[in-house]
Structure formats: C-alpha cells, structure tokens
C-alpha cells in the first residue's frame, strides 16, 4: 500500500449540500446543525449556498441563517455561489472562501443551472475575478465527474480539459463531485491521473456520493494517491435534485470512523460528531443512512494513535 498522510482535512458539508437535498427545515433547526457540527474539531465547514429561494427553496434563509451561526474560531466557513448575484450576497456576507460548480456533463450542467458547460466556463471566468479583487478565494467544483445520469460515463480528459480552463483562469482550488456515485476506485486512479498530468500543482478535494456503496473505497484510493482533502456531510445527508436515483453523500462520521482506526488524525472528535448525526436524524425527521448510527452502542473499534 501506498504511503498515507497523518493528517487529513474534512469539510463538513451537511449544512448547506446535505440540507439543500432535504425536506425544508426552519431556521433554527439550520442554525442549531451548524453551531454543533462547529463544536466537534471539524476544521471547514460548507455553511449555505446564496441561491435564487424559486431555485432552491431551502436555502432561502441563508442571510438569517449566517448572521445567527456561532462562529468558532479556527473553523474555515465557505458558501457556494451559482452567479455573480449569488457571488455578491456571499462577499456581503463576510465570505471569504467560494465555491461555484460546474458540470462536466453538459446535460446535467443545463439542468442545473440552465447553460451549457462552456458558457459557465466563461461565467466562471469573470466570478473568479470578481472574488479576488474582493479578497476572496475561488474553489471551482466539477459535477459529475465520474459520471452523469443524463449521459452516462464521463471521460476524464474533459474533466482536465475543464480544469485546464478553470487554473488558466485563476481558481485557487478544485474539486471533484460524484454527483450520481459511479465513482470507482479505478475511475478515482483514471480521472487523478488525467488531471494530474497537466495540472500537477493545483490543489484538490474529492467529494464522494454513496448510490453504489463505492464511497470510503474512493475516499482509500485517492488517500493513497496523495489526496488529503475531502467533503463529508453528517448522517449521511443530502443528494442531487438533478441526479435522478442518486443517494447521500458520504457520512462524515463514516469517514471519521475509517481514518482515525487507520491512523489519520482529522482533529474530530468523533463521539461528538455521532452525537450530531442523531441530531441531524431528529431535525430531518428521517432515518439517516450512516452506517455509524445504524451500529448500536459505541462498539467502535479502537483507533490506531495519532
């Protein structure tokens, strides 16, 4: 086995892709979820998304529910951003870390957001702009990266194609999305391979959907290809609105769970991250699909020390 890293950095996705998936739930409840995921170690932590409210109905309180979050001190926040609108009202708002996505797929990418891949491309271009002269960084996320449901299998050389596009254009970091969860431990090799080859040195995070069970398999391959950055949303959370059939996103605590038993600090105190999903069960009224929650008594097994 390829040499791991001891530490890696997890951003907690749960408030802002996790929620946007779910039924709506009231302001508080969004608030009270940020401010416990904030006390448990996690390090980044995606809080909300400054979209249109007709798009994304639960989002529509992202400005209230910012202003009330209690924010930790070494914990980074970020928002995501479909537009410059979006872009504007998240600079207003005192965000200094960005996202934006776009698809590989340029179905998906029309579904979303109602233009082809290129036009946001060239959307992107000027966001970014914007965002550094504000102060801010700029993280370009590739949807359906391993895959669309709309088109099928996503070949990796469009993916470097699109992250050729985005570095030229100054984005300070990528990151990959299993949108629909075809990712694979062999698709993970391929498509790091393809962007690697012509984009060494840019920095890179993986986010990984469950649908196919492929998720803490893709999160062990891109470890040992020397990925240390990941999205993880707690419980299990979320999904796609415009990935028909997919399932939530990897569990935090699932991840947590593997790492530290493998040795590899994320500075999250697990007890307490576990102690969150079962709040996020009884905020959602639902029944999550973290295997974690689902194993009964805290019979974990002793993690290896870091």
């Given at each position: 086995?390829?040499e791991?890293?001891e530490?890696?950095?997890?951003?907690e996705?749960g408030?802002r892709?996790?929620?946007?998936?779910?039924?709506?739930?009231?302001?508080d409840a969004k608030?009270?979820?940020?401010?416990?995921l904030?006390?448990?170690g996690?390090?980044?932590i995606?809080?909300?998304?400054f979209v249109?409210?007709?798009?994304i109905?639960?989002?529509a309180?992202?400005?209230?529910?910012?202003?009330?979050?209690a924010?930790?001190?070494g914990?980074?926040?970020s928002a995501?951003?479909?537009?410059?609108?979006g872009a504007?009202?998240?600079?207003a708002?005192?965000f200094?870390?960005?996202e934006?996505v776009v698809?590989?797929?340029?179905?998906?990418?029309?579904?979303?957001?109602?233009?082809?891949?290129?036009?946001?491309?060239?959307d992107?271009?000027?966001?970014?702009?914007?965002l550094?002269?504000?102060?801010?960084?700029a993280e370009?996320?590739?949807a359906?990266?391993?895959?669309c449901?709309?088109?099928?299998?996503?070949?990796?050389?469009r993916?470097?194609?699109?992250?050729?596009?985005v570095?030229?254009?100054?984005?300070?970091r990528?990151?990959?999305?299993?949108?629909?969860?075809m990712?694979t431990?062999?698709?993970?090799?391929d498509?790091?391979?393809a962007?690697r080859?012509?984009n060494?040195?840019?920095?890179v995070l993986m986010?990984?959907h469950n649908?196919?069970?492929t998720?803490?398999a893709n999160m062990?391959?891109?470890?040992?290809?020397?990925?240390?950055?990941?999205?993880?949303?707690?419980?299990g959370?979320?999904?796609?609105?415009y990935?028909?059939?997919?399932?939530?996103?990897l569990?935090?605590e699932e991840?947590v769970?593997?790492?530290?038993?493998?040795g590899i600090?994320?500075?999250?105190?697990?007890d307490a991250?576990i102690?969150?999903a079962e709040l996020?069960?009884?905020?959602t009224?639902r029944?999550?699909p973290s295997?974690v929650?689902?194993?009964?008594?805290?019979?974990?097994l002793?993690?290896?020390p870091?």
């Amino acid at each position: 086995m390829a040499e791991l890293p001891e530490f890696v950095s997890i951003r907690e996705v749960g408030p802002r892709d996790g929620l946007q998936n779910e039924e709506p739930i009231p302001t508080d409840a969004k608030v009270r979820l940020l401010d416990a995921l904030s006390r448990t170690g996690v390090r980044r932590i995606e809080a909300v998304s400054f979209v249109h409210p007709k798009a994304i109905p639960q989002m529509a309180d992202a400005d209230e529910v910012w202003r009330r979050a209690a924010r930790v001190d070494g914990v980074r926040y970020s928002a995501l951003v479909p537009n410059t609108r979006g872009a504007q009202r998240a600079l207003a708002a005192g965000f200094t870390e960005i996202e934006v996505v776009v698809s590989a797929s340029d179905t998906h990418n029309r579904r979303n957001v109602n233009r082809s891949t290129d036009e946001s491309l060239d959307d992107i271009a000027e966001l970014i702009e914007l965002l550094h002269g504000a102060g801010a960084r700029a993280e370009v996320i590739v949807a359906t990266s391993f895959g669309c449901p709309y088109e099928g299998d996503t070949e990796p050389a469009r993916v470097a194609a699109i992250v050729d596009r985005v570095v030229r254009d100054g984005a300070d970091r990528v990151a990959f999305g299993d949108t629909t969860g075809m990712g694979t431990p062999r698709r993970v090799r391929d498509l790091l391979t393809a962007v690697r080859d012509r984009n060494a040195q840019v920095p890179v995070l993986m986010h990984f959907h469950n649908t196919r069970g492929t998720a803490l398999a893709n999160m062990l391959t891109a470890l040992e290809l020397g990925v240390t950055e990941f999205d993880a949303s707690v419980g299990g959370l979320g999904g796609c609105p415009y990935a028909p059939g997919a399932s939530g996103n990897l569990a935090t605590e699932e991840a947590v769970h593997m790492l530290h038993d493998m040795g590899i600090d994320t500075g999250i105190d697990l007890d307490a991250l576990i102690e969150v999903a079962e709040l996020a069960e009884e905020l959602t009224g639902r029944r999550l699909p973290s295997g974690v929650l689902r194993a009964g008594p805290r019979s974990r097994l002793t993690p290896l020390p870091v």
